[in-house]
């Protein structure tokens, strides 16, 4: 194993936590391997427990962005509690934060899943009037608070299509036109609160742009509410994230209908908190492109670096150009796409040297996959004081298991 090479001092929000890179880490550390930030989850808790103490609404975790449990103490003083997009993530926040809240939204839910939902669900959120009415009285007879997403028509994000739900003949939430067509005086009377999510990764002015496309569409029936749920997307804890918007937004629901307000972030809670440490394998070069082949994969390990689409951030890495070294960084799968990006660095890339992306704890860990046989990176904890501690290691059975017998 070759010793890691220090990278030059990286100021960026993704490292700060870190300042010397990867020359922080143990000379043997097996790659790839994710590595949670204890130190940058506690700062994020910091800041949405502050919000939640000061404007009185509630914060909730979206699992989908962030579920490794073993972390869910460092957030526990600031959470209101945990939401869930379907039967397994109601049931992992029931189990891992018994005292607190468990909150569910799924577009559709199963005939057969239901029961065991209502077992660990205490608000559940519908995605439209026709699942309303199959599943509501039988939720509200179990006690729980019933909501419904709604759609208020209104796209505040241009640049990534696939993640914006208010697109025309989008399928979440229901609009007002539907609304009116199918909400009968009983359904409505079934309705504690209602929900929305139309942001990803924004800051507060889409969100008081929405809340305002919100009133139009729906303010009529808010007052009757007993909460409103702004959904996720929200960049609270990143640096510049306008909070004064935000607590006015939040005043305004509370002191104009009288509601409870929910956030329920996912990003923001392990926002900049987590690294994908990774190796050189192999250094090619074709028709001027040099590539660097790493033992960590945008297909397997980080995906939204193909689905959003981004480019992560690499800890003393450049632009294309920028350094002496430009190289294109991949994947070892057979997926002739699977790129990660094109970085410059000071010096020559080779086999063994240690590279380290940021902001890696989000929509990572709980999106992993093992196409290619690709072996599932390990979980470390980072802690405060800066050592390493495993979380979690897989191996050839995490492959096998989920193929057969
Ligand atoms: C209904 C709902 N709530 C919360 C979230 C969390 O969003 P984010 O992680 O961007 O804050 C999502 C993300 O897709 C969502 O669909």
Redesign the pocket.
């Known amino acids: 194993m070759m010793r890691p090479v220090p990278g030059a001092c990286d100021t960026r929000p993704p490292f700060s936590c870190i300042p010397k890179g990867a020359a922080e880490f143990p000379e043997g550390l097996v790659t790839p391997a994710f590595i949670i930030d204890e130190a940058a989850l506690a700062r994020n808790a910091h800041v949405l427990g502050q919000l939640a103490k000061e404007t009185g609404c509630r914060v909730l975790l ?1 699992q ?2 962030f579920s490794n449990y073993d972390f869910y103490p460092v957030f526990a003083d600031a959470l209101a509690g945990t ?1 869930a ?1 379907g039967l397994y993530e109601a049931r992992l926040g029931r189990e891992t934060l018994p005292g607190a809240e468990c909150h569910v ?1 799924s577009a559709a839910y199963r005939d057969d899943e239901f029961d065991e939902l209502l077992s660990y669900a205490d608000h559940i959120v519908f995605n439209s009037p026709g699942q309303l009415a199959r599943f509501a009285k039988k939720a509200k007879a179990a006690g729980k608070s019933i909501g419904l ?1 709604i759609n208020p028509e209104k796209s505040t994000q241009e640049e990534h299509a696939i ?1 914006d ?1 208010c697109a025309p003949g989008s399928r ?1 939430g229901t609009t007002r036109a539907q609304w009116d067509a199918q909400m009968t005086p009983e359904l409505v009377s079934l309705l504690d609160g209602l ?1 929305f ?1 139309t ?3 924004q800051d507060a002015g889409p969100l008081a742009v929405t809340l305002a496309a919100v009133e139009e569409k729906f303010g009529d029936v808010l007052a009757r509410m007993k909460w409103l749920n702004f ?5 609270i804890t990143r640096p510049g994230y306008h909070t004064g918007i935000l607590r006015e937004c939040i005043r305004k629901a509370q002191d104009a209908w009288g509601v409870s307000v929910y956030l ?5 809670w392990a926002l900049n908190a987590g690294y994908l440490a990774c190796r050189v394998l192999d250094v090619t070069e074709n028709s001027g492109i040099r590539s660097a082949v790493l033992d960590a994969s945008a297909a397997c390990h980080m995906p939204d670096v193909l689905e959003m689409p981004y480019r992560p951030p690499l800890f003393g890495a450049g632009e294309p150009g920028e350094k002496a070294y430009t190289y294109r960084l991949a994947g070892p799968t057979c997926l002739a796409g699977d790129v990660i990006g094109d970085y410059s660095f000071d010096r020559e890339l080779v086999p063994g040297r240690l590279l380290l992306f940021g902001d890696m704890a ?2 990572t860990t709980c999106k992993t996959n093992t196409f290619n046989g690709m072996p599932l990176p390990a979980i470390f904890s980072r802690k405060t004081d800066g050592t390493l501690v495993k979380v979690k290691t897989f191996g050839y059975q995490d492959f096998k298991g989920r193929l057969g017998r």
């Open positions: 979206a989908k962005a939401e997009s939204f997403r993640y739900p979440l929900h999510h942001l990803c990764e959904g996720g997307g929200h960049h329920e972030p996912g990003e923001a989000i929509y």
